[in-house]
Structure formats: structure tokens, C-alpha cells
């Protein structure tokens, strides 16, 4: 407490009765305290987040006021999904940085709970997600592109003698996968019969899942190109038998007040992708 009343330049009393009037306010204790620490609670943990998220979307249109008269340059904000398909939108991005080279495009990474719930809060211009998504509720462009579903293994693995893995084939093996796919994707491939599976872990970005696989943990669910699979790697790539490809599409708010620099981008991949 006396650390940050220090950064904050204020007395300690005062930041303390400033925590204990905010508790107040919003009727429910934030912290817990004993005689060496204070943590946070569930409560103080949600509105750290909702005070991280406001701060962010202040960032955020603070620099699109401040890029509004510059024509060359200003701040793009975009989530993404993992996948092979981001090439598309990288290549409008860079011929959009090659007749304006200020334009600088921010990329958040996460699953597609992610990057959905900071394009509805505000903080991104656009969301590069796959096609499970409900579309309705965005504006949209279909990108050139598509994604394999299979399965990510070791050489050695006994699987990895086949040229594809039906999803039976499957049941008992021991399973990493992302968390959202187990209820969206699982109840159809697996016809009812998820229960069967034998999920270890789970993942969120699939680059420390890759590293679970080769550390003999499990097999991991996943798209296609997300790590390296060539001669030279030791895990490899078998697609799903009768498990449909994804598409992937670039989304937005409806009514979205874009920034200049947004707008441009949106052009360039209205000409690329329409």
C-alpha cells in the first residue's frame, strides 16, 4: 500500500480510504488484507479487467483522434485467430504500408472467445475468425482461404503410419485440444460419443500445445500449418477423415466508426478479398 500511494503521489491513508470508499460504492469487498499483503478477490480481479479493458479503448481513441489529419500513418487494431489464412490479410496490410508507411497494424492473438470480445467491447477495428462464428451480428469478407482439421503428432507415434485418422480412431488416445472446440466442434465429429476421450490438456494458442506433443503428453487437436510438420520436424500432420474444412472470414462491428487508417485497410481488402 505505501508503494503505490509512492507512484500515485499521495499519502497512504488517503489511497487506503480511497479503496475502502470504492468498496463501498460498489458493494462487494475487492481485497483481502492481512499484515504483510493484499490480494485482489474474484470481484477485485473482474473489475481489474474491466478497468484494463478502459483504459485500452481510451488508448485506442486517443490515437485515432490524433492520426485523423495524418493521411500516411495512424493505428490499426486487429484480433486474430491461429491460422495459415492470416497470410491473406498480412499481404493487404502490406500494400496498404507500401503508399502509407506510418499505418502500423496491432495484432492481438488469442482463441475466438478472444478476439470476439474486444471487437463488441471496442478495442479492435476488425477480427480475423473461422467460420463458426455467428456472422449475423457482424459485418464481413470472406477470405481466400481454408483450413484442414487433423491431427498434430510425433514420427514415432503408431498413427503417424496413416494417411488420415478417422475420429473413432481416436477414443482412448490421450488428447490435447482447444478449450472451445470441445463444445462447439466434439458433440458432431465424435456422434455423441465424446465421453469416450480422453482429454489431458487443453489449450489456448497452439504453440506451447506443440511442445506437449513433442514432449509425449498426447496427440493435439488442431488446424493445419499452425507448427512445423516438414521432413525435418519431428511431429507431423494427419487431416481428419469426414470432419468438413473451415473458412475464414474478416468481421466487424456493424455501424463501426473506423479511423482513417481502418478505413483505408478495409478498402484494400474489400478490393483483395470481394
Same mark, same amino acid.
Given at each position: 500500500m505505501s508503494r503505490?500511494?509512492?507512484?500515485?503521489?499521495?499519502?497512504?491513508?488517503?489511497?487506503?480510504?480511497?479503496? /475502502?470508499? #470504492? *468498496?463501498? *460504492?460498489?458493494?462487494? /469487498? #475487492?481485497?483481502?488484507?492481512?499484515?504483510?499483503?493484499?490480494?485482489?478477490?474474484?470481484?477485485?480481479?473482474?473489475l481489474r479487467r474491466r478497468a484494463e479493458d478502459i483504459l485500452d479503448l481510451v488508448d485506442k481513441t486517443?490515437? *485515432?483522434f490524433q492520426s485523423l489529419d495524418d493521411i500516411d500513418g495512424g493505428e490499426i487494431y486487429v484480433g486474430a485467430a491461429e491460422s495459415d489464412g492470416l497470410k491473406y490479410f498480412a499481404r493487404a496490410v502490406k500494400s496498404l504500408?507500401?503508399?502509407? &508507411?506510418?499505418?502500423?497494424?496491432?495484432?492481438? $492473438?488469442?482463441?475466438?472467445?478472444?478476439?470476439t470480445q474486444r471487437l463488441d467491447k471496442g478495442?479492435?477495428?476488425?477480427?480475423?475468425?473461422?467460420?463458426y462464428v455467428?456472422? +449475423?451480428?457482424?459485418?464481413?469478407? %470472406?477470405? &481466400?482461404?481454408?483450413?484442414?482439421w487433423g491431427v498434430i503428432m510425433? /514420427?514415432? $507415434? &503408431? #498413427?503417424?503410419? /496413416?494417411? +488420415?485418422?478417422? &475420429? *473413432?480412431e481416436l477414443f482412448g488416445l490421450p488428447l490435447i485440444c482447444s478449450r472451445q472446440w470441445i463444445d462447439q466442434d466434439f458433440p458432431q465429429w465424435f456422434a455423441g460419443e465424446e465421453e469416450r476421450l480422453n482429454i489431458v490438456a487443453t489449450y489456448n494458442l497452439f504453440y506451447n500445445a506443440a511442445i506437449m506433443v513433442r514432449e509425449e503428453i498426447g496427440y493435439a487437436?488442431?488446424?493445419?500449418?499452425? %507448427?512445423? %510438420? +516438414?521432413?525435418?520436424s519431428d511431429l507431423c500432420f494427419r487431416p481428419l477423415k469426414g470432419v468438413a474444412t473451415s473458412g475464414m472470414y474478416v468481421i466487424w462491428k456493424k455501424?463501426?466508426?473506423f479511423s482513417p487508417a481502418a478505413e483505408m485497410l478495409m478498402k484494400e481488402m474489400m478490393k483483395r478479398f470481394q
Open positions: 503505490a500511494a509512492e507512484r500515485l503521489h499521495i499519502s497512504q491513508p488517503t489511497i487506503s480510504k480511497q479503496l /475502502k470508499d #470504492l *468498496e463501498e *460504492e460498489l458493494g462487494v /469487498k #475487492l481485497f483481502t488484507r492481512s499484515s504483510y499483503s493484499i490480494n485482489l478477490t474474484d470481484e477485485g480481479m473482474l486517443m490515437a *485515432e504500408q507500401e503508399t502509407h &508507411p506510418k499505418i502500423r497494424c496491432n495484432i492481438y $492473438s488469442g482463441n475466438m472467445e478472444d478476439v478495442l479492435l477495428d476488425f477480427a480475423l475468425v473461422m467460420s455467428d456472422l +449475423s451480428k457482424y459485418n464481413y469478407l %470472406t477470405v &481466400p482461404a481454408t483450413d484442414i510425433r /514420427k514415432d $507415434s &503408431p #498413427l503417424s503410419q /496413416k494417411d +488420415s485418422i478417422a &475420429p *473413432e487437436i488442431s488446424y493445419d500449418k499452425l %507448427t512445423d %510438420t +516438414s521432413e525435418t455501424y463501426q466508426a
